[in-house]
């Protein structure tokens, strides 16, 4: 999604895990439908006093005050919390089974979520009972079932995973990539003048330039659709920007390794080469768990999101990651029903069409409910018990959008940016307090800045929650600035009461990237945030190095520290404006803002702060 300086459009509306058959499939003319074999993931209704619990239990290991701090726990304990109950999975396991007639069901370790084969889709019944089924998007194809009336209260979602194109048997990588091209970028490495690479990061957050991790630390970097990243790309990266990086740390833990050229691949490029680069000497994961085309733009990305976080909660323990980049998202999906339902009030264009136009805009609205969102919401909070950190950018529109304004030319989007600049319209996952969001600066010097003076970003995302109350953790830096910064966006515009974001930031423009064999400048939080990922992955690294439990969800960490010790493991960011084309925004403040949070790392002061535990000693 964050991209700013790196877009390359493309034109994906489907909205399921599939976006059409795929090679092996065969369509009866007759009826209209798919006949091949699919899976279906159906995800259970959670316990209510369960998840209350869990969250109880995720505030519990993140706060550095509790008794029960980086308490961490494993994946028979965490699946205590997310299982459904036994009777919700036996009554789902027989609709499968007797109405649909699945085969292979299969219970997840974390016992919420069933998985089963089923033949076709005239399986589905739909002919003869065309209640039966449901289409995603207003597509004809491909078709879900209807989850049956007397099964609400046990199943929350169904999802689809299609089988996907099999590889040809040739020989390798070399068969299946697209012929490379030759690079408009050139090959020499690019040397813009106060350049992003990371030997400068380095330099600029004070981290030794010998400084390496242990190995005992992983990392995670993770996309849908055409994400991945190529290893020549890679090694040519470390050959100009990080020679002392080992390609081997990097590898794959999925199948699917995207397409070259593509957009997601290009994120999953940037996402690599920057993590790995920033938290040098530890190992890299880079996973696509789905690589179907409408996980990339539309509102299959939320399915694939879930999916994805769904399965990382039942990962062995001894393969989880320590730390979970995510650059992907989009505005939420209640600022996607909210602009909408403003749009429709002024009376020229309806809900609908609304709701249509934002789904052929790139990444805008990727998501499907409140309830799709929250159930994401607890699987984060079931990675944060078992001690996983997660990052994500905070987005590349400031408080008003995905990327940025719409089309002026069509009416629809003209009415849409006055709906968008009149509040501040969040994005999601960033702004769930299950994570910390990662805004960007810039040391342009055209945009005021410089190393030692970042400013912030202009397209840097940031505001405050509709929908999450603002955590405890964060109420005297954020009433610091609400109460102490002049020219705030008008009353109503925004929410002063929910959760303000992003929580971190770190430079966000003039990023070298080698993509297609060459390199280039780049941008956004995409940039920002695997960058600052990495960091914290060597305070991981360097804790796990000295017998301390990784950090885990790390946000009561980072503000605790940044309220005790100002300006010693973050640099406060005092310049910019999240406005973007609109005529209010928010501004930086001297402390924590809604457009780069605490700030920038300095590194002396994570190590001492987050890579040490003493100061908690003391308290």
Same mark, same amino acid.
């Given at each position: 999604?964050?991209?700013?300086?790196?877009?390359?459009?493309?034109?994906?509306?489907?909205?399921?895990?599939?976006?059409?058959?795929?090679?092996?499939a065969?369509?009866?003319?007759?009826?209209?439908?798919?006949?091949?074999?699919?899976?279906?993931?159906?995800?259970?209704?959670?316990?209510?006093?369960?998840?209350?619990?869990?969250?109880?239990?995720?505030?519990?290991?993140?706060?550095?005050?509790?008794?029960?701090?980086a308490?961490?726990?494993?994946?028979?304990?965490?699946?205590?919390?997310?299982?459904?109950?036994?009777?919700?999975?036996?009554?789902?396991?027989?609709w499968?089974?007797?109405?649909?007639?699945?085969?292979?069901?299969?219970?997840?370790?974390?016992?919420?979520?069933?998985?089963?084969?089923?033949?076709?889709?005239?399986?589905?019944?739909?002919?003869?009972?065309p209640?039966?089924?449901?289409?995603?998007?207003?597509?004809?194809?491909?078709?879900?079932?209807a989850?049956?009336?007397?099964?609400?209260?046990?199943v929350?979602?169904?999802?689809?995973?299609?089988q996907?194109?099999?590889?040809?048997?040739?020989?390798?990588?070399?068969?299946?990539?697209?012929?490379?091209?030759?690079?408009?970028?050139?090959?020499?490495?690019?040397?813009?003048?106060?350049?992003?690479?990371?030997?400068?990061?380095?330099?600029?957050?004070?981290?030794?330039?010998?400084?390496?991790?242990?190995g005992k630390?992983?990392?995670?970097?993770?996309?849908?659709?055409?994400?991945?990243?190529?290893?020549?790309?890679?090694?040519?990266?470390?050959?100009?920007?990080?020679?002392?990086?080992?390609?081997?740390?990097?590898?794959?833990?999925?199948?699917?390794?995207g397409?070259?050229?593509?957009?997601n691949?290009?994120?999953?490029?940037l996402?690599?080469?920057?993590?790995?680069?920033?938290?040098?000497g530890?190992?890299?994961?880079?996973?696509?768990?789905?690589?179907?085309?409408?996980?990339?733009?539309?509102?299959?990305?939320?399915?694939?999101?879930?999916?994805?976080?769904?399965?990382?909660?039942?990962?062995?323990?001894?393969?989880?990651?320590?730390?979970?980049?995510?650059?992907?998202?989009?505005?939420?999906?209640?600022?996607?029903?909210?602009?909408?339902?403003?749009?429709?009030?002024?009376?020229?264009?309806?809900?609908?069409?609304?709701?249509?136009?934002?789904?052929?805009?790139?990444?805008?609205?990727?998501?499907?409910?409140?309830?799709?969102?929250?159930?994401?919401?607890?699987?984060?909070?079931?990675?944060?018990?078992?001690g996983?950190?997660?990052?994500?950018?905070?987005?590349?529109?400031?408080?008003?959008?995905?990327?940025?304004?719409?089309?002026?030319?069509?009416?629809?989007?003209?009415?849409?940016?006055?709906?968008?600049?009149?509040?501040?319209?969040?994005?999601?996952?960033?702004?769930?307090?299950?994570?910390?969001?990662?805004?960007g600066?810039?040391?342009d010097?055209?945009?005021?800045?410089?190393?030692?003076?970042?400013?912030?970003?202009?397209?840097?995302?940031?505001?405050?929650?509709?929908?999450?109350?603002?955590?405890?953790?964060?109420?005297?830096?954020?009433?610091?600035?609400?109460?102490?910064?002049?020219?705030l966006?008008?009353?109503g515009?925004?929410?002063?009461?929910?959760?303000?974001?992003?929580?971190?930031?770190?430079v966000?423009?003039?990023? #070298?990237?080698? !993509?297609?064999? @060459?390199?280039?400048?780049?941008?956004? %939080?995409?940039?920002?945030? +695997?960058? /600052?990922? *990495?960091?914290?992955?060597?305070?991981?690294?360097?804790?796990?190095?000295?017998?301390?439990?990784?950090?885990?969800?790390?946000?009561?960490r980072?503000?605790?520290?940044?309220?005790?010790?100002?300006?010693?493991?973050?640099?406060?960011?005092?310049?910019?404006?999240?406005?973007?084309?609109? #005529?209010?925004? !928010?501004?930086? @403040?001297?402390?924590?803002?809604?457009? %780069?949070?605490?700030?920038? +790392?300095? /590194?002396p *002061?994570?190590?001492?702060?987050?890579?040490?535990d003493?100061?908690?000693?003391?308290?």
């Amino acid at each position: 999604m964050w991209k700013a300086l790196l877009v390359m459009a493309l034109a994906a509306v489907a909205v399921t895990l599939m976006t059409a058959a795929p090679a092996s499939a065969s369509i009866n003319h007759a009826s209209g439908l798919l006949e091949h074999p699919f899976e279906l993931v159906v995800h259970l209704a959670h316990n209510a006093e369960r998840m209350q619990a869990l969250e109880a239990k995720f505030w519990d290991v993140a706060d550095p005050s509790s008794p029960g701090y980086a308490a961490y726990i494993s994946r028979e304990e965490t699946a205590a919390f997310l299982a459904a109950d036994e009777t919700h999975i036996r009554r789902a396991r027989a609709w499968l089974l007797t109405e649909l007639g699945a085969r292979d069901v299969r219970l997840s370790a974390s016992r919420d979520v069933l998985t089963a084969t089923v033949a076709g889709e005239a399986a589905l019944g739909c002919e003869i009972a065309p209640a039966r089924c449901v289409t995603a998007g207003g597509s004809a194809l491909p078709l879900l079932p209807a989850v049956p009336a007397e099964l609400a209260d046990a199943v929350e979602f169904v999802l689809r995973r299609d089988q996907r194109p099999a590889r040809p048997a040739s020989s390798g990588a070399a068969a299946t990539a697209p012929e490379r091209q030759p690079s408009f970028m050139g090959t020499s490495p690019v040397k813009a003048f106060n350049n992003g690479e990371p030997a400068n990061q380095r330099k600029v957050y004070q981290i030794p330039s010998n400084f390496t991790a242990t190995g005992k630390a992983y990392q995670m970097v993770w996309g849908p659709g055409t994400f991945g990243y190529s290893p020549d790309d890679l090694a040519l990266f470390y050959q100009y920007y990080c020679p002392d990086c080992d390609p081997d740390l990097v590898t794959y833990d999925t199948p699917d390794h995207g397409v070259e050229g593509k957009d997601n691949f290009l994120e999953g490029t940037l996402d690599t080469q920057y993590i790995s680069a920033m938290g040098r000497g530890v190992r890299t994961i880079v996973s696509n768990t789905n690589s179907s085309a409408s996980t990339e733009e539309s509102d299959g990305f939320g399915a694939a999101l879930l999916d994805f976080l769904g399965n990382f909660t039942s990962r062995p323990d001894e393969t989880m990651p320590h730390l979970l980049s995510m650059s992907l998202g989009s505005l939420g999906y209640y600022a996607c029903d909210h602009m909408c339902r403003d749009v429709a009030a002024k009376g020229r264009f309806t809900y609908a069409a609304c709701e249509a136009f934002l789904q052929t805009q790139r990444q805008v609205c990727m998501f499907l409910s409140a309830k799709q969102q929250q159930r994401i919401d607890a699987a984060l909070m079931a990675i944060g018990v078992r001690g996983t950190t997660v990052v994500a950018a905070s987005g590349d529109g400031g408080s008003h959008f995905s990327f940025g304004e719409y089309d002026e030319d069509k009416p629809i989007g003209a009415a849409l940016n006055e709906v968008a600049c009149a509040k501040s319209w969040p994005v999601f996952p960033t702004s769930s307090p299950y994570l910390l969001a990662v805004g960007g600066t810039s040391w342009d010097p055209d945009q005021g800045g410089g190393e030692s003076s970042p400013v912030a970003w202009p397209g840097s995302g940031g505001g405050f929650s509709w929908e999450y109350p603002a955590p405890a953790y964060s109420h005297a830096l954020v009433s610091a600035y609400l109460n102490g910064t002049a020219g705030l966006p008008a009353a109503g515009s925004f929410n002063p009461s929910g959760r303000g974001y992003p929580d971190v930031a770190g430079v966000a423009i003039d990023i #070298p990237c080698c !993509f297609a064999g @060459g390199c280039s400048n780049v941008g956004g %939080t995409s940039a920002s945030t +695997p960058a /600052f990922g *990495g960091v914290l992955s060597l305070v991981i690294d360097y804790r796990l190095h000295h017998g301390l439990p990784p950090l885990g969800p790390v946000g009561p960490r980072v503000y605790d520290v940044a309220a005790r010790f100002p300006g010693q493991a973050f640099g406060a960011v005092t310049k910019g404006n999240s406005k973007t084309s609109c #005529p209010t925004g !928010f501004p930086a @403040g001297q402390g924590w803002d809604p457009i %780069t949070g605490n700030g920038h +790392p300095i /590194f002396p *002061g994570m190590i001492k702060y987050l890579g040490s535990d003493d100061y908690l000693r003391q308290l």
